[in-house]
Nanobody, 115 residues
Framework: QVQLVESGGGLAQPGGSLRLSCAVS????????MGWYRQAPGKQRELVAA???????NKADSVKGRFTVSKDNAKNAVYLQMNSLKPEDTAVYYC?????????WGQGTQVTVSS
């Protein structure tokens, strides 16, 4: 069974940066999409950024120009570099993969942007 373990969340000031990492247990074979979602209090979970097996990237309009998603197949990992953070980026961030058509989520990591 695939497991995802996130790290790198925490507190940042507006305009600051954080880098989230997600370690994927097991083989990367069969993974079609890897990426990140987030859920703020009282809101639905939303896509932040995702990268397909072929390298196609999909991002929410709200993070374009600020967030970068990347993956390292050799390390079985996916990353989210977040720059120019805003208070509205505050949320629990979830790592996500679709492997052999099955969705798997990490446990989530809190990101808080506040002065």
């Amino acid at each position: 069974q695939v497991q995802l373990v996130e790290s790198g969340g925490g507190l940042a000031q507006p305009g600051g940066s954080l880098r989230l990492s997600c370690a994927v247990s097991g083989s990367m074979l069969g993974i079609g999409v890897m990426g990140w979602y987030r859920q703020a209090p009282g809101k639905q979970r939303e896509l932040v950024a995702a990268i397909s097996g072929g390298g196609t990237i999909n991002k929410a309009d709200s993070v374009k120009g600020r967030f970068t998603v990347s993956k390292d197949n050799a390390k079985n990992a996916v990353y989210l570099q977040m720059n120019s953070l805003k208070p509205e980026d505050t949320a629990v961030y979830y790592c996500y993969i679709k492997k052999w058509g099955i969705d798997t989520w990490g446990q989530g990591t809190q990101v808080t942007v506040s002065s």
